[in-house]
C-alpha cells in the first residue's frame, strides 16, 4: 500500500489565483470556482491578500502567505451567499494547493461521492485501467471560523478515532479553516 | 479502444461542470451533463476486468457511476450500479458508502414518486443550554421548538400569498406548497436542518421561493429578539397573523433554565434568539366593555378537548381540584393553544362567569411544570 506523507514546502506562498495551474485535472471553471469560494470564506472572516495560513503538517507547523486577486474579492458573496457550501468548495481549493506544495504526490484522481468530489492522490499514473489502485484518499473537511466543539483539533480526533480497518483504504485528511486561518495534513 | 482512464477522466470533466452549474442554479444543463458523465463512467466500469487486484478502482468507480446516475434522476440505474460495487471486494470505507448510496438512492426515489422536489434551502436550528448535551437534548425542548419552527414557516407561507388566517379546518393542497424535511441532528451544541421540499407542479407563479419563506421568518425572529416588535407589526399588518408570528417566537424562545440560547441559520443568514421567553408580551386584544366586568385569572390544570366535554367551547381546562372552565382562544393564539392539548399548563385569561358556566378569554398559555 501507498504511504502517505508530507514533505517540506519550497516556497511559503499559496497563491489562489494558480489553483488552475497547479491542479490541472480541474476544469478552469471548476477551479475558479473552487477559488472562488475560498476567498469568499476568507474575505466573510476579514482576511487581505498576504495574510499567513498557519500549516500543520507532518509533524510540524509553518506559516504560508495566502494570496488572491482583491479586485473581484468584494463582489463575489454576493455570487455564493451560501457560506455553508463556500466553506466546503473553499477547503478543497486551498487543500489541494496545499497537496501540490507539501506532498510528493503528483497524480490526482477524481470520483463522485453523491454530488460532491472525492480526491484520490498518488505518486504517479502508471496504470490506465486501474486508475484508483496505490492510490491514497483526500478526506478535505472545511470550517469557517472555529467555535467551541467545531475546532481543527476536534475534527481531526473524531477522524482519527473513527473505526478504520488496517486494510482500508490509506487517507489523508486535510482540515482548513478559515477563521485563523489554518491548515492541517495528516495521514490516518 | 478508449481506456478507462479515458473514459473517466472526459466523465470528471462533465462532472465537474455539472456541479459548477448546479451552485449557479442552472439545475437542467447540470442534469444533462451529470447524464453524459454517467454514460461514460458506466462505459469504464465495464472495461474493468474479471480479476482479482481490481480493487479498489471497481469499486470507486462503481461509486462515481451510481453518483451520477444519482444526479440525473436514474434511479434503477443507480441502484445497479451501487449493487455492483458492493457485489466486489471494496474497502469497508467504500462499501460503508455504497449502503449509504443505496439509502439515499431510495429516499429519493421515494420523494420522485410523491411529486416532491428536495431543495438546497434550509433553516438549521442549533439549541444551546443545560438541557443541552453532547449530541443530545431534552426531548420536549427539542420537539416543541421543532414544532413551533414549522408552523411559522407554515404560517409565513399563507401570510405571504394573502390568504386569510384559518384558525382550523384542513387546508387545500394547493396552498401547501412545501413539505418539511427534518435532517440528522448534529452534535456539539444541538443543531438540526429543516429541509423544504416542494410538490412538484404545485408551485404558482406567485408562491413565493422557500428561501423567500425561510428569510422571512428569520427577519421577523431578528425582530422579536431585538425588542422592535412595533416595526414587526408594520411588516404583518393582519393582527391574527402578527399575534402568531410572536407567540409561537415566544415560545421558541429561551426559557432561561433549561435552553439558554436558539440559533436559526438559513444558507444566507443567522439569528440568534436570546430574549427571554418571559420578556416577550404578545398583543392583547382590547378587552370589551361589558356590564360584568371580566377579571384577570392565572390557573393550572389539564388542556384538553372540546369533545371531551361536551360542551359549545373548543377546549377546556380541568384544574386540581375538578373545576371545569371553557376557554376562548383569540386569532392567533391557536397554534400556540394547539400545541398544549392534553398537558398539564398554567393560562392566564380574562374569567366571565355566565350561570354554571366558567369561560376564560385565553391570553397566554404555559407549560404548567
Known amino acids: ?188 | 479502444m478508449t481506456t478507462v482512464r479515458e473514459l473517466h477522466n472526459r466523465a470528471m470533466v462533465l462532472a465537474q461542470e455539472a456541479l459548477v452549474l448546479r451552485s449557479t442554479d442552472d439545475n437542467e444543463t447540470a442534469i444533462a451533463l451529470a447524464r453524459e458523465a454517467f454514460g461514460l463512467e458506466a462505459l469504464a466500469v465495464r472495461q474493468i476486468p474479471q480479476s482479482e487486484d481490481v480493487e479498489p478502482t471497481r469499486s470507486i468507480l462503481c461509486q462515481s457511476a451510481a453518483s451520477l446516475a444519482l444526479q440525473c434522476s436514474e434511479f434503477a440505474e443507480a441502484r445497479r450500479y451501487a449493487a455492483l460495487g458492493l457485489s466486489g471486494d471494496p474497502p469497508r470505507s467504500i462499501a460503508g458508502e455504497l449502503l449509504q448510496l443505496l439509502e439515499t438512492i431510495s429516499f429519493h426515489e421515494a420523494l420522485t414518486q410523491d411529486g416532491i422536489q428536495l431543495g438546497d434551502e434550509f433553516l438549521e436550528c442549533a439549541l444551546t443550554g443545560p438541557a443541552v448535551g453532547y449530541g443530545v437534548v431534552g426531548y420536549r425542548e427539542f420537539i416543541d421548538r421543532i414544532t413551533q419552527i414549522t408552523q411559522l414557516l407554515d404560517r409565513t407561507v399563507q401570510r405571504l400569498v394573502g390568504s386569510a388566517y384559518r384558525r382550523a379546518g384542513r387546508r387545500p393542497k394547493d396552498a401547501q406548497p412545501f413539505v418539511p424535511f427534518l435532517e440528522a441532528p448534529q452534535r456539539g451544541s444541538f443543531s438540526v436542518t429543516i429541509r423544504l421540499g416542494t410538490r412538484e407542479g404545485e408551485m404558482a407563479p406567485l408562491f413565493p421561493s422557500a428561501h423567500d419563506v425561510i428569510t422571512n421568518v428569520l427577519e421577523g425572529i431578528e425582530l422579536v429578539d431585538s425588542e422592535r416588535e412595533s416595526e414587526l407589526q408594520t411588516r404583518i399588518k393582519d393582527d391574527a397573523y402578527y399575534v402568531n408570528f410572536v407567540s409561537l417566537t415566544r415560545n421558541m424562545a429561551p426559557d432561561g433554565e433549561k435552553i439558554s440560547v436558539v440559533q436559526l441559520r438559513s444558507r444566507d443568514k443567522k439569528v440568534s434568539l436570546a430574549r427571554s421567553r418571559t420578556s416577550i408580551p404578545v398583543m392583547q386584544r382590547a378587552t370589551p366593555v361589558e356590564p360584568d366586568v371580566p377579571k384577570h385569572i392565572d390557573i393550572k390544570g389539564l388542556l384538553d378537548f372540546a369533545t371531551s366535554r361536551k360542551g359549545e367551547s373548543e377546549i377546556g381546562l380541568t384544574t386540581d381540584d375538578g373545576s371545569e372552565y371553557d376557554i376562548e382562544v383569540q386569532e392567533g393564539l391557536d397554534d400556540l393553544v394547539r400545541s398544549y392539548y392534553g398537558a398539564y399548563v398554567n393560562v392566564t385569561g380574562l374569567l366571565t362567569i355566565e350561570g354554571n358556566r366558567k369561560r376564560v378569554l385565553l391570553t397566554d398559555v404555559c407549560s404548567g411544570g
Open chain 1, 1 to 188: 500500500m501507498l504511504g502517505v506523507r508530507v514533505t517540506d514546502s519550497a516556497y511559503p506562498v499559496l497563491d489562489l489565483g494558480e489553483l488552475g495551474a497547479r491542479a490541472p485535472f480541474l476544469t478552469p471553471s471548476a477551479a475558479g470556482f473552487y477559488e472562488e469560494n475560498a476567498v469568499v470564506c476568507l474575505v466573510h472572516n476579514g482576511h487581505r491578500s498576504g495574510t499567513p495560513l498557519q500549516v500543520a503538517a507532518g509533524g510540524e507547523s509553518s506559516g504560508i502567505d495566502l494570496r488572491w486577486s482583491e479586485e473581484r474579492a468584494g463582489t463575489l458573496h454576493r455570487c455564493y451567499a451560501d457560506l455553508v457550501k463556500a466553506t466546503e468548495f473553499g477547503a478543497c481549493a486551498i487543500a489541494l494547493l496545499l497537496i501540490h506544495e507539501l506532498t510528493p504526490f503528483v497524480a490526482v484522481e477524481q470520483a463522485m461521492r453523491g454530488t460532491t468530489v472525492d480526491y484520490y492522490l498518488a505518486e504517479s499514473a502508471t496504470d490506465d485501467t486501474l486508475v484508483f489502485n496505490r492510490s491514497a484518499r483526500l478526506e478535505v473537511s472545511g470550517i469557517l471560523a472555529a467555535a467551541k466543539g467545531n475546532t481543527v483539533a476536534a475534527r481531526l480526533d473524531s477522524k482519527r478515532h473513527r473505526h478504520k480497518p488496517e486494510s482500508d483504504l490509506p487517507t489523508l485528511v486535510a482540515i482548513v479553516e478559515f477563521g485563523l486561518p489554518q491548515a492541517t495534513l495528516e495521514e490516518i
